[in-house]
């Protein structure tokens, strides 16, 4: 698996190996560990089971980004 430079990036791009059951069993775990510790690849994780879902056309997806769009726009520069 490639590996990103940023521990960050990293993360992420293990989250996604995760979702598509590409990731060794030492990276399974570490992941995981990841995962249970950290706010922010927890939301990585739901915004990945989120896309699938949605890609996959699954019912009953209801979804309001509003708060997380406003929130984003307020953090860009002016």
Same mark, same amino acid.
């Given at each position: 698996?490639?590996?990103?430079?940023?521990?960050?990036?990293?993360?992420?791009?293990?989250?996604?190996?995760?979702?598509?059951?590409?990731?060794?069993?030492?990276?399974?775990?570490?992941?995981?560990?990841?995962?249970?510790?950290?706010?922010?690849?927890?939301?990585?994780?739901?915004?990945?089971?989120?896309?699938?879902?949605?890609?996959?056309?699954?019912?009953?997806?209801?979804?309001?980004?509003? !708060?997380?769009?406003?929130? !984003?726009?307020?953090?860009?520069?002016?």
């Amino acid at each position: 698996m490639r590996r990103p430079t940023r521990d960050g990036d990293d993360m992420k791009t293990r989250i996604s190996a995760l979702m598509d059951g590409e990731l060794e069993s030492h990276e399974i775990a570490e992941t995981l560990r990841a995962l249970r510790h950290s706010p922010e690849m927890r939301s990585e994780w739901c915004d990945g089971q989120l896309i699938g879902a949605a890609l996959r056309h699954e019912r009953g997806l209801e979804v309001d980004v509003t !708060a997380r769009v406003m929130a !984003a726009i307020d953090m860009e520069p002016t």
